[in-house]
């Protein structure tokens, strides 16, 4: 469980790079430029980083101060929750920083997930990538899971998970090449208050058929505060809005 994150997929977050954009449907309430609002009083590296509405200025701050020893244990850490570390803005430098301290740190994993795969791929394509990343796209819906997952399995992480949270349609992750190879996939309903939309019980069933049928491990993490629960799967199954908490079986050390 996460210590210093509510985010129940990892143990724990670290942020070099705080500050984005929205770039995809998914982004319309996110949840880590209400945080900076919310702190920003509290945490300086968080301030002119978003409007009066609390939406992102697209102002990115780079914040090495995060690079502070870690415990002799190993964990998994998610890296950048508070940003998208491949936005356009951010500097090679930066990333190249990032990457030093993951190879400082063997003992440990980190995930990346980012909503720009295409400067993950040409990041990667030029740095070594460490057999302690796993590495991450969202896909909110059908058009963002067919544009990102192809360019994630381009690369050949440790773990290579996709994150569907907010869902906000059905998914058919079959008509996407090589998506059996992908390891989790993570699903979950937006939780935004009264603007959150709707997600059906029907979709995740679909995604959990998908990833059983293929051997894909399956976190449900939330169903958010707009579920709709309308199918028989969840009746027959009992699932108490929990479903299934899986992790990849591989998980600190590579394949
Ligand atoms: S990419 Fe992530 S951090 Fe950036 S606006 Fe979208 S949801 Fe928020």
Not at 44 to 55: A, M, S
Not at 198 to 212: P, R, T, Y
């Amino acid at each position: 469980m996460a210590d210093n994150t509510k985010i129940t997929w990892t143990d724990g977050t670290i942020n070099p790079i705080v500050g984005c954009k929205p770039v995809s449907p998914g982004c319309a309430n996110c949840y880590a430029a209400e945080m900076a609002h919310r702190f920003k009083s509290k945490v300086p590296v968080y301030q002119g980083l978003t409007t009066e509405q609390g939406k992102w200025t697209g102002k990115i701050r780079f914040n090495p101060k995060v690079f502070k020893k870690l415990p002799k244990k190993g964990r998994l850490w998610f890296l950048c929750s508070m940003s998208d570390m491949f936005h356009e803005d951010v500097l090679d430098e930066w990333l190249n920083d990032i990457m030093d301290f993951v190879e400082m740190n063997p003992q440990h994993t980190f995930q990346i997930l980012t909503k720009r795969p295409e400067r993950m791929v040409e990041y990667f394509s030029q740095h070594d990538l460490p057999f302690n990343v796993w590495l991450g796209v969202t896909a909110e819906n059908q058009e963002m899971a067919e544009e990102r997952i192809p360019q994630l399995l381009r690369l050949d992480p440790t773990v290579a998970f996709v994150s569907i949270e907010p869902l906000l349609e059905a998914i058919d992750l079959s008509v996407i090449p090589n998506s059996n190879q992908l390891d989790w996939v993570i699903v979950g309903g937006e939780k935004a208050g009264r603007r959150s939309r709707q997600m059906s019980s029907k979709w995740v069933d679909s995604l959990a058929n998908f990833c059983g049928n293929n051997d894909i491990a399956f976190y449900f993490k939330q169903w958010g505060t707009n579920p709709l629960i309308i199918s028989e799967q969840f009746f027959q199954t009992d699932y108490s809005f929990s479903y299934c908490t899986d992790f990849p079986k591989v998980k600190a050390h590579g394949k």
